[in-house]
């Protein structure tokens, strides 16, 4: 049994809440999975609160397609306690975790 007999065929963009850039595609689960196939791909499964629903991350966009797109690393925030905050690469301002190092 194979994972995309349970997914839509069409594949969605991930934006990033600040910037509004891509940062990740996934695909959403249309049917119920078995067990196995779940944990077989469990890595690539994330529950949406907002949709309620199973998504199947296609791709993570890297800190190294930022650098192509965007730029360099021109700031990385920390919060008080050393937690990462963001990254900026050129001008862009990432604030998902997909980023953080």
């Known amino acids: ?6 997914l839509s065929g069409e594949v969605y963009e991930m934006k990033d809440p600040h910037s509004g850039k891509p940062i990740a595609y996934f695909k959403t ?4 999975m078995p067990e196995e ?5 469990r890595h690539n499964m994330v529950y949406s609160n907002a949709n309620s629903t199973w ?3 296609v ?5 190294e397609e930022c ?3 965007y730029g360099p690393i021109t700031n990385e925030e ?3 306690r050393g937690g990462w905050k963001s990254v900026t690469f ?5 604030v998902s975790d997909y980023l953080r190092p």
């Not at 689960?29 to 119920?32: I, S, T």
């Not at 196939?37 to 791909?41: D, E, M, T």
């Open 1 to 6: 049994m194979q994972i995309e007999n349970y």
């Open 29 to 32: 689960q249309v049917a119920r």
């Open 37 to 41: 196939v779940f944990n077989k791909n």
């Open 55 to 57: 998504l199947y991350l």
């Open 59 to 63: 791709k993570k966009v890297t800190r």
């Open 67 to 69: 650098i192509e797109l």
């Open 78 to 80: 920390y919060g008080i």
């Open 90 to 94: 050129g001008k862009t301002k990432f």
